[in-house]
């Protein structure tokens, strides 16, 4: 005996926002699978289906319907997994294809309060597939994405064959990626304390002390969240040990010159790839 699993949440989950939105996104799909724009109006009628009430109700808010897209969107990529697998063989072929998808969604005109609170900035799917494209991600490879957002970029290192590690501070967000990315490692700190959390995230000391001083220079960054406070001596936020001009770029330098040198001398092994330091809301 065969079940159906139903398109929209049952009244059970009526409040469960991340199922609500992730049921939008399964409604939505079949719209960016045809190659059909997605208009307030009809975004808005799948997303007062979904919750169960209108927005002006309060049963949900833009924020969801820009959250569902975004996740509707990472369906319409794994379905095309096979065409964006080929990044690295087809790189502009690939980028217009998930340009395509992208101008179907609407644009995004309104922030939250948590948007706001905690930076964030999603990863337009074009963005990712550079991003991915430029860490060189392949089949084998562990990709660590600290700041995930909804997974555009983890969907595109997905597609070309990599092992996942998800974190997301805002419950939000990785609600929808518990959703999506079942399979997938998920964690939710805040990224600026990977280092000292995960062992597959910690950079070396010098690389982490220039990453300290751009965090000085820069202030608060998407997907990094608050700003750990600086100690005495401690290199990696670019304390009084690093002061030195130029020590830290030449320690990273050296850091990367050891590795290649590792690599050589131990033959082929899986590489794990770090994403998103800098690309904020990854998603």
């Not at 169960?52 to 379905?79: K, M, N, P």
């Amino acid at each position: 005996m065969s079940a159906t699993l139903p398109l929209f949440a049952s009244p059970a989950l009526a409040g469960d926002h991340a199922a609500n939105s992730l049921a939008a996104a399964r409604a939505l799909l079949p719209h960016l699978a045809r190659g059909r724009p997605l208009d307030r109006r009809r975004v808005s009628g799948v997303l007062t289906t979904a919750f169960g009430g209108t927005d002006a109700e309060g049963s949900w808010d833009w924020r969801d319907a820009y959250d569902a897209i975004e996740a509707a969107t990472v369906l319409q990529i794994r379905r095309l997994s096979a065409q964006v697998g080929r990044l690295e063989d087809a790189p502009a072929e690939v980028i217009r294809l998930l340009a395509a998808i992208a101008e179907l969604g609407l644009t995004q005109t309104r922030r939250s309060e948590e948007q706001l609170a905690l930076d964030q900035f999603s990863a337009p799917a074009p963005l990712a597939a550079l991003a991915v494209l430029a860490a060189q991600v392949r089949p084998g490879d562990k990709v660590l994405e600290p700041s995930a957002g909804v997974g555009l970029i983890a969907a595109v290192a997905a597609a070309c064959g990599a092992e996942l590690a998800l974190n997301e501070l805002s419950e939000r967000r990785a609600g929808l990626l518990d959703g999506l990315f079942a399979d997938a490692a998920r964690t939710r700190h805040d990224a600026v304390h990977l280092p000292d959390l995960l062992p597959a995230a910690q950079p070396s000391l010098s690389s982490a002390a220039l990453l300290g001083r751009r965090r000085a220079a820069l202030g608060h960054r998407p997907g990094l969240g608050a700003r750990r406070p600086r100690a005495p001596g401690d290199a990696r936020t670019g304390g009084p040990r690093s002061r030195r001009p130029g020590a830290a770029v030449a320690g990273v330098r050296q850091a990367r010159h050891e590795r290649r040198d590792r690599l050589a001398g131990a033959g082929p092994r899986r590489r794990a790839v770090r994403l998103g330091w800098r690309c904020g809301g990854g998603e």
